[in-house]
């Protein structure tokens, strides 16, 4: 039986390398040092670009929002051209450019076709954006505006609320426990020159790495990137980010919040990029909640019990530890079920591993979808954006499928002993008490 | 073009639609074939990578029910899940995972879909598990009343502790009298909780059957193995006969509608819909492109109007955007959804609004406007062909709609064909008063929360 399903494997295996052709990432750097990474893809007449910078949440500091706030204002004034004239000279020729801050970083997603007039004038305005941002003034003040009220209406959604309670108690006292866009009391106190400040600071050469996949030669990509960022200060390079403490005792918190619902998250902090434990865990993963139905709790939560419509549980590993967690939704009056159920579950997996047919679906599962990984440009670049992020080697794509082959139980076992400590979890549920009928 | 109105509603919450944006050309060619038993077939190959989506399309959805068995398309698509006479409860997606595949299914107004995304050699799996899907479905009472459960919380999840969603299912009730639309797809929760599992099977005995239905395959195939392999697992099943659905075209609007829907929330929202026409519903479809370069050049990008206008320049909205889904199956509504900013009513954004549109009717749009939303038609259409699902779904909605996935490929041209004169008529014509309904979202305190 099992000899059957690895021969099974294997032909999978074959089918999805056989007219597969690995994308090949070229590497290099601009002369001031900015770290490049290119994939040449035919067919379609399209670039896409990732331009990111260590410039993420967790560097805000005291004043927590800024980094954000950095990032939305960038494509709304530069080299004296206004938000207007940015978006219009941009969707004149159809690009589309994009900004967002995560915890670790600050990026800028650019689409643009590869014609002439198309990509010199949008590439000419990514160029300002990035060397030139203005900050005007009425800007600054309107996205500060905005911020506060998206932050007021994080109050509506039990789920948000869940998340933030969750990464500030895990992450207590770390910089990755704040909200990505602040708080009230921080974002009101933000001024424009904290953003100048900021951008100075993160925005250089040094906290920079660029991203590109789609219809140019090597040649011209290299050229466009030293348009791009060539004349960027070098910069002092962002600090390492300070260790994440584990946590010493696990807690459970309850937010009351008036929804028919309560969202439940259970987690801890874990793992890094590129942790020697990680495929380990990936696969474990898979078998326990994030292999969608065919995993564990989806099984048990969702086509069992009918608790909730969406359960499952992840790794998220950032530049220094971030979370594993289970999360789900349940009406009111059941999530005491539901959360005993998913510790008694996470639990005994620990305890015993996946067996060895779990394992085995598992990995036909994530080998044989492999090449759906890669079969867009857009998904392409979301992954040598992570492979250049993380600083994993070049050939990760490559040796990928064998890392998931090479996986055994015992490894897996293993790596959630030693990495979920059940004790250091933290529970959150938000929603509405219950009373007991008793 | 962003559109508010074009909701689907999917079996599990993994998938995001990240390129819903707007309908495409393509000079792939689309093969087409139909069975003896009615099955259409479309066929898009497209080499670029060594994968295939493979999309099941049945005419049926929320606006092929009536009052008290509103839900029921969609709670048959969790049931398709559920075990047929030949597989259990839970094998048809342990087989796709096991084949290294990803599935969902999704059910809007006027369809519900399911897919496979694969390695390409895997079709045929995929096909002999729909095939067998689209005539043994087992019903049990068991998994039904669990899959009820997961629907239930499902529902609670998008619309009970979502207040725009809330106020959006009272606006859409409010705003249509007798169309179908004024249902919400995942049905009222009295239905949900009054739906038996006879209603299901009766359901699935009416709409699932070959000359129901639309397979689509986009990816790195042969047309002419598509075909074979389609019409060895689908070619013996039989034709079903069944009622076409009723009509039930909306009554003329005669006069403005307005509400008030007050929810526990701490940001009061706006949303106003014109009742307007659709591919479907006209002779001539030049006001439809019209209306659709109208929506892009108050809401395509950063650079429209209403973000220009109402959140940059008066900053009376924190959002705004309009929306329009030509492509719905029956006349539909021109929407609009706004968020006031700290201070201002919900009023003045009303006004604000209104004050945009007047703006439309008096004065024909600049050339350069125009230029830029046709220019992100165009680049959009390339962009979109980095997408096998997005071409997949473009061609089953269209063919499922009644529309007919042709159209797709004409609409860059008819895009480009409109005039400011077209639009400032259209404008003129369809969003007037007496066609506009009008809801105010009022912020309740919200008791409990700390």
Same mark, same amino acid.
């Given at each position: 039986?099992?000899?059957?399903?690895?021969?099974?494997?294997?032909?999978l295996?074959?089918?999805?390398?056989?007219?597969?052709?690995?994308?090949?990432?070229?590497?290099w750097?601009?002369?001031?040092?900015?770290?490049? *990474?290119?994939?040449?893809?035919?067919?379609?007449?399209?670039?896409?670009?990732?331009?990111?910078?260590?410039?993420?949440?967790?560097?805000?500091?005291?004043?927590?929002?800024?980094?954000?706030?950095?990032?939305?204002?960038?494509?709304?004034?530069?080299?004296?051209?206004?938000a207007?004239?940015?978006?219009?000279?941009?969707?004149?020729?159809?690009?589309?450019?994009?900004?967002?801050?995560s915890?670790?970083?600050?990026?800028?997603s650019?689409?643009?076709?590869?014609?002439?007039?198309?990509?010199?004038?949008?590439?000419?305005?990514?160029?300002?954006?990035?060397?030139?941002?203005d900050?005007?003034?009425?800007?600054f003040?309107?996205?500060?505006?905005?911020?506060?009220?998206?932050?007021?209406?994080?109050?509506?959604?039990?789920?948000?609320?869940?998340?933030?309670?969750?990464?500030?108690?895990?992450?207590?006292g770390?910089?990755?426990?704040?909200?990505?866009?602040? +708080?009230? %009391?921080?974002?009101?106190?933000?001024?424009?020159s904290?953003?100048?400040?900021? *951008?100075?600071?993160? *925005?250089?050469?040094?906290?920079?790495?660029?991203?590109?996949?789609?219809?140019?030669?090597t040649?011209?990509?290299?050229n466009? $990137?030293?348009?791009?960022?060539?004349k960027?200060?070098?910069?002092?390079?962002?600090k390492?980010?300070?260790?994440?403490?584990?946590?010493?005792?696990?807690?459970?918190?309850?937010?009351?919040?008036? %929804?028919?619902?309560?969202?439940?998250?259970?987690?801890?902090? +874990?793992?890094?990029?590129?942790?020697?434990?990680?495929?380990?865990? *990936?696969?474990?993963?898979?078998?326990?909640?994030?292999?969608?139905?065919?995993?564990?709790i989806?099984?048990?939560?969702?086509?069992?019990?009918?608790?909730?419509?969406?359960?499952?549980?992840?790794?998220?590993?950032?530049?220094?530890?971030?979370?594993?967690?289970?999360?789900?939704?349940?009406?009111?009056?059941?999530v005491?079920?539901?959360?005993?159920?998913?510790?008694?579950?996470?639990?005994?997996?620990?305890e015993?591993?996946?067996?060895?047919?779990?394992l085995?679906?598992?990995?036909?599962?994530?080998?044989?979808?492999f090449?759906?990984?890669?079969?867009?440009?857009?998904?392409?670049?979301?992954?040598?954006?992570?492979?250049?992020?993380?600083?994993?080697?070049?050939?990760?794509?490559?040796?990928?499928m064998?890392? $998931?082959?090479?996986?055994?139980?015992e490894?897996?076992?293993?790596?959630?002993?030693?990495?979920?400590?059940?004790?250091?979890?933290?529970?959150?549920? $938000?929603?509405?008490?219950?009373?007991?009928?008793? | 073009?962003?559109?508010l &109105?074009?909701?689907?509603?999917?079996?599990?919450?993994?998938?995001?639609?990240?390129?819903?944006?707007?309908?495409?050309?393509?000079?792939?060619?689309?093969?087409?074939?139909?069975?003896?038993?009615?099955?259409?077939?479309?066929?898009?190959?497209?080499?670029?990578?060594?994968?295939?989506?493979s999309?099941?399309?049945?005419?049926?959805?929320?606006?092929?029910? /009536?009052?008290?068995?509103t839900?029921?398309?969609?709670v048959?698509? /969790?049931?398709?899940?559920?075990?047929?006479?030949?597989?259990?409860?839970?094998?048809?997606?342990?087989?796709?995972?096991?084949?290294?595949?990803?599935?969902?299914?999704f059910?809007?107004?006027?369809?519900?879909?399911?897919? =496979?995304?694969?390695?390409?050699?895997?079709?045929?799996?995929?096909?002999?598990?729909?095939a067998?899907?689209?005539?043994?479905?087992?019903?049990?009472?068991?998994?039904?009343?669990?899959?009820?459960?997961v629907?239930?919380?499902?529902?609670?999840?998008?619309?009970e502790?979502?207040?725009q969603?809330?106020?959006?299912?009272?606006?859409?009730a409010?705003?249509y009298?007798?169309s179908?639309?004024?249902?919400?797809?995942?049905?009222w929760?009295?239905?949900?909780?009054?739906?038996?599992?006879?209603?299901?099977?009766?359901?699935?005995?009416?709409?699932? &059957?070959?000359?129901?239905a639309?397979?689509?395959?986009?990816?790195?195939?042969?047309?002419?193995?598509?075909?074979?392999?389609a019409e060895?697992?689908?070619?013996?099943?039989?034709?079903?006969?069944?009622?076409?659905?009723?009509?039930?075209?909306?009554?003329?609007?005669?006069?403005?509608?307005r509400?008030?829907?007050?929810?526990?929330?701490?940001?009061?929202?706006?949303?106003?819909?014109?009742?307007?026409?659709?591919?479907?519903?006209?002779?001539?479809?030049?006001?439809?492109?019209?209306?659709?370069?109208l929506?892009?050049?108050?809401?395509?990008?950063?650079?429209?109007?209403?973000?220009?206008?109402?959140?940059?320049?008066?900053?009376?909205a924190?959002?705004?955007?309009?929306?329009?889904?030509?492509?719905?199956?029956l006349?539909?509504?021109?929407?609009?959804?706004?968020?006031?900013?700290k201070?201002?009513?919900?009023?003045?954004?009303?006004n604000?609004?209104?004050?945009?549109?007047k703006?439309?009717?008096? /004065?024909?749009?600049?050339?350069k406007?125009?230029?830029?939303?046709?220019?992100?038609?165009?680049?959009?259409?390339?962009?979109?062909?980095?997408?096998?699902?997005? =071409?997949?779904?473009?061609l089953?909605?269209?063919?499922?709609?009644?529309?007919?996935?042709?159209?797709?490929?004409?609409?860059?041209?008819?895009?480009?064909?409109?005039?400011?004169?077209?639009i400032?008529?259209?404008?003129?014509?369809?969003?007037?008063?007496? /066609?506009?309904t009008?809801?105010?979202?009022?912020v309740?305190?919200?008791?409990?929360?700390?």
């Amino acid at each position: 039986m099992r000899i059957n399903t690895g021969a099974f494997i294997g032909a999978l295996l074959l089918a999805s390398t056989a007219s597969f052709a690995m994308p090949s990432i070229q590497h290099w750097q601009t002369t001031n040092g900015v770290n490049v *990474y290119f994939v040449a893809t035919k067919g379609l007449p399209i670039l896409d670009a990732r331009v990111v910078f260590d410039a993420g949440s967790v560097r805000d500091g005291e004043k927590a929002g800024v980094a954000a706030l950095t990032g939305a204002l960038l494509e709304l004034g530069a080299a004296g051209k206004s938000a207007q004239d940015i978006a219009e000279q941009l969707e004149s020729v159809g690009a589309q450019m994009d900004t967002s801050t995560s915890r670790d970083f600050t990026s800028i997603s650019f689409r643009s076709l590869t014609d002439v007039k198309a990509l010199e004038t949008s590439w000419g305005v990514l160029k300002q954006v990035v060397n030139e941002p203005d900050f005007p003034k009425a800007d600054f003040k309107r996205e500060k505006k905005r911020t506060l009220l998206a932050i007021t209406q994080r109050e509506e959604s039990p789920g948000i609320l869940a998340q933030l309670a969750l990464y500030k108690e895990i992450f207590n006292g770390h910089a990755y426990g704040n909200a990505i866009r602040g +708080v009230e %009391s921080t974002v009101s106190q933000l001024a424009v020159s904290d953003l100048e400040h900021f *951008y100075k600071q993160y *925005y250089v050469a040094n906290n920079l790495k660029i991203v590109l996949v789609g219809g140019l030669s090597t040649a011209q990509a290299k050229n466009m $990137v030293e348009g791009l960022v060539g004349k960027l200060p070098l910069g002092i390079k962002a600090k390492t980010i300070t260790t994440v403490e584990a946590v010493q005792t696990g807690k459970t918190i309850h937010q009351e919040h008036p %929804s028919q619902q309560t969202h439940m998250l259970y987690g801890l902090p +874990v793992l890094k990029h590129n942790d020697s434990d990680y495929f380990a865990l *990936y696969v474990g993963n898979h078998i326990l909640g994030g292999g969608g139905f065919s995993s564990q709790i989806v099984k048990e939560i969702r086509e069992k019990r009918g608790l909730a419509y969406s359960a499952y549980s992840y790794f998220h590993p950032m530049v220094e530890k971030g979370p594993f967690l289970i999360g789900l939704q349940t009406r009111n009056k059941k999530v005491e079920e539901a959360a005993a159920t998913v510790k008694q579950m996470l639990k005994s997996f620990i305890e015993h591993g996946p067996t060895t047919d779990e394992l085995i679906a598992a990995k036909k599962n994530i080998i044989g979808g492999f090449a759906l990984k890669l079969d867009s440009n857009k998904k392409l670049l979301g992954h040598v954006a992570s492979i250049a992020a993380s600083n994993a080697p070049l050939d990760y794509l490559n040796t990928y499928m064998a890392k $998931v082959k090479a996986v055994t139980r015992e490894q897996i076992a293993d790596a959630f002993q030693r990495r979920i400590k059940i004790d250091s979890m933290v529970m959150v549920t $938000v929603g509405q008490t219950v009373r007991s009928k008793k | 073009m962003k559109k508010l &109105s074009a909701v689907i509603i999917f079996l599990t919450g993994l998938y995001a639609l990240s390129s819903f944006a707007s309908p495409k050309v393509s000079p792939n060619i689309v093969h087409e074939k139909v069975l003896k038993n009615g099955l259409k077939i479309l066929v898009k190959e497209d080499r670029r990578a060594p994968v295939m989506v493979s999309q099941l399309w049945y005419k049926v959805g929320a606006s092929y029910e /009536h009052g008290g068995i509103t839900g029921l398309s969609h709670v048959l698509e /969790h049931m398709m899940f559920q075990g047929t006479h030949g597989t259990l409860p839970g094998e048809f997606s342990k087989i796709i995972a096991e084949n290294g595949g990803r599935e969902n299914a999704f059910t809007g107004a006027d369809y519900t879909a399911y897919f =496979q995304v694969m390695e390409a050699s895997r079709l045929e799996v995929s096909l002999k598990l729909e095939a067998d899907r689209m005539q043994n479905l087992k019903f049990q009472q068991k998994e039904f009343a669990k899959e009820l459960q997961v629907v239930m919380e499902e529902r609670r999840m998008r619309t009970e502790d979502k207040p725009q969603g809330q106020t959006y299912e009272y606006f859409k009730a409010l705003a249509y009298t007798n169309s179908p639309y004024r249902n919400p797809i995942i049905g009222w929760m009295q239905d949900l909780e009054d739906m038996e599992l006879a209603d299901l099977a009766d359901w699935y005995k009416r709409w699932y &059957s070959p000359n129901n239905a639309t397979l689509v395959v986009v990816g790195d195939v042969n047309a002419k193995n598509v075909f074979v392999l389609a019409e060895q697992y689908f070619g013996g099943i039989p034709t079903v006969n069944f009622k076409p659905v009723k009509n039930r075209t909306e009554v003329p609007q005669v006069g403005i509608r307005r509400a008030v829907v007050k929810q526990k929330a701490k940001v009061p929202y706006l949303l106003m819909g014109y009742k307007v026409p659709v591919l479907n519903s006209v002779e001539d479809d030049a006001d439809i492109y019209a209306l659709e370069v109208l929506s892009g050049i108050l809401s395509g990008g950063s650079s429209a109007r209403l973000a220009s206008r109402l959140v940059r320049g008066s900053q009376v909205a924190t959002s705004a955007s309009a929306g329009y889904d030509m492509n719905a199956r029956l006349p539909t509504l021109f929407l609009f959804d706004a968020v006031p900013v700290k201070g201002t009513t919900v009023k003045s954004l009303e006004n604000a609004l209104l004050e945009q549109l007047k703006l439309l009717k008096e /004065h024909p749009v600049e050339k350069k406007e125009l230029d830029r939303i046709k220019a992100q038609v165009i680049a959009s259409s390339v962009y979109e062909k980095d997408s096998n699902f997005y =071409q997949a779904m473009q061609l089953g909605m269209l063919n499922t709609v009644g529309v007919g996935w042709q159209k797709g490929e004409a609409y860059v041209e008819k895009v480009k064909a409109i005039t400011a004169e077209q639009i400032q008529a259209v404008a003129s014509r369809y969003l007037i008063e007496d /066609h506009l309904t009008v809801v105010h979202m009022q912020v309740e305190e919200m008791q409990g929360a700390h």
